[in-house]
């Protein structure tokens, strides 16, 4: 018997001697036949010296009849006995925070200023590129994705499905969302998004190769409210704020940062930023549930079948036979 075979109660083996303690109890079923009594019966009974029978009988049955029936007791027990196939206890993946998703779509994003394998290509297309594998890592996350730049919108809420996330990530290009860069308003939309969740473990990521337009809220106005909110925002700063191509804002999102818990980054290229997603990973680490969960795949129709299945050819065969001897008798 393989290791990972169980019963689910094996106590129901207990009723295996049950028909016996039947039969040997109780008194046996009789059945009555028509009699016929005429004058001198008893007569004739002492002239033919003959023992009449008794107007009732136990009627027997055959020792295979037993058998088949005996058979389909046993199959329906180990049905009641739930057989199952348990396999190896496994963790079980623990939904512990809101991991948000802020990334910069502002025309600044489609500088081609970036590598990814020797092949020039914009800000925007390396940042996805190696996001995509930072995201399907994150098992105990709900993620949701935010995209800004004049405006901000929700492009995914929160959902542990990865792969949505991901494809919701490719959907995404520069300018969806407006020429300008407004952090404080991405922020903003991000608390919003936060306060629909129940979820208190709150996450932040803001993804900018730009300096904020100040319009409408001003960045660490946002990052106060994030703070009483309980939600720690790391940044990432994209690009080289020496160049003369970039205006990246980095004392902003340091600030901010800072003022949240968080951490502020700065990504250069694509070797740079894939180093901060593994960091990222070691400063809020996957969390899993202590409790493991044991799959099982339930076996009890097997049995179940195979009883009705040899239960309904005895009634079949039975009746075949009652059949040809009522034809015997009447031929």
């Given at each position: 018997?393989?290791?990972?075979?169980?019963?689910?109660?094996?106590?129901?083996?207990?009723?295996?001697?049950?028909?016996?303690?039947?039969?040997?109890?109780?008194?046996?079923?009789?059945?009555?036949?028509?009699?016929?009594?005429?004058?001198?019966?008893?007569?004739?009974?002492?002239?033919?010296?003959?023992?009449?029978?008794?107007?009732?009988?136990?009627?027997?049955?055959?020792?295979?009849?037993?058998?088949?029936?005996?058979?389909?007791?046993?199959?329906l027990l180990t049905a009641l006995a739930s057989p199952e196939l348990v396999g190896k206890p496994q963790k079980k993946i623990k939904t512990a925070r809101n991991f948000l998703i802020t990334a910069d779509l502002s025309f600044s994003m489609a500088n081609t200023d970036w590598f990814i394998d020797g092949?020039?290509?914009?800000?925007?297309?390396?940042?996805?590129?190696?996001?995509?594998?930072?995201?399907?890592?994150?098992?105990?996350?709900?993620?949701?994705?935010?995209?800004?730049?004049?405006?901000?919108?929700?492009?995914?809420?929160?959902?542990?499905?990865?792969?949505?996330?991901?494809?919701?990530?490719?959907?995404?290009?520069?300018?969806?969302?407006?020429?300008?860069?407004?952090?404080?308003?991405?922020?903003?939309?991000?608390?919003?998004?936060?306060?629909?969740?129940?979820?208190?473990?709150?996450?932040?990521?803001?993804?900018?190769?730009?300096?904020?337009?100040?319009?409408?809220?001003?960045?660490?106005?946002?990052?106060?409210?994030?703070?009483?909110?309980?939600?720690?925002?790391?940044?990432?700063?994209?690009?080289?704020?020496?160049?003369?191509?970039?205006?990246?804002?980095?004392?902003?999102?340091?600030?901010?940062?800072?003022?949240?818990?968080?951490?502020?980054?700065?990504?250069?290229?694509?070797?740079?930023?894939?180093?901060?997603?593994?960091?990222?990973?070691?400063?809020?680490?996957?969390?899993?549930?202590?409790?493991?969960?044991?799959?099982?795949?339930?076996?009890?129709?097997?049995?179940?079948?195979?009883?009705?299945?040899?239960?309904?050819?005895?009634?079949?065969?039975?009746?075949?036979?009652?059949?040809?001897?009522?034809?015997?008798?009447?031929?």
């Open positions: 018997m393989p290791e990972n075979f169980h019963f689910a109660y094996p106590l129901v083996a207990l009723l295996v001697p049950l028909p016996f303690l039947v039969y040997w109890l109780l008194p046996a079923i009789k059945n009555r036949s028509s009699a016929l009594l005429y004058p001198y019966f008893h007569q004739a009974v002492e002239v033919s010296e003959q023992k009449p029978k008794k107007a009732s009988y136990i009627k027997k049955r055959s020792f295979l009849t037993w058998i088949v029936l005996y058979t389909i007791w046993l199959l092949k020039r290509t914009t800000r925007w297309a390396a940042v996805k590129n190696i996001m995509k594998d930072f995201i399907i890592e994150r098992k105990s996350d709900r993620m949701g994705l935010v995209f800004f730049a004049t405006n901000a919108y929700v492009q995914a809420p929160f959902t542990s499905d990865l792969r949505t996330i991901q494809t919701m990530l490719d959907e995404a290009d520069v300018g969806m969302a407006g020429q300008m860069t407004n952090i404080g308003k991405a922020i903003v939309k991000g608390l919003d998004l936060f306060k629909r969740d129940t979820i208190k473990s709150k996450v932040m990521l803001i993804i900018t190769d730009g300096v904020d337009s100040g319009m409408e809220i001003l960045p660490l106005d946002a990052a106060a409210m994030a703070k009483k909110d309980s939600t720690v925002i790391y940044t990432i700063g994209v690009g080289d704020p020496g160049s003369s191509s970039s205006d990246l804002d980095e004392q902003t999102l340091k600030d901010i940062a800072k003022l949240t818990g968080g951490k502020y980054f700065r990504a250069q290229d694509t070797e740079a930023l894939q180093n901060i997603y593994t960091e990222l990973d070691t400063l809020e680490p996957i969390k899993y549930e202590e409790e493991s969960f044991t799959p099982k795949t339930l076996l009890y129709y097997i049995p179940l079948g195979i009883a009705l299945s040899l239960g309904f050819l005895a009634v079949l065969v039975n009746n075949i036979g009652l059949i040809f001897k009522r034809f015997q008798t009447n031929s």
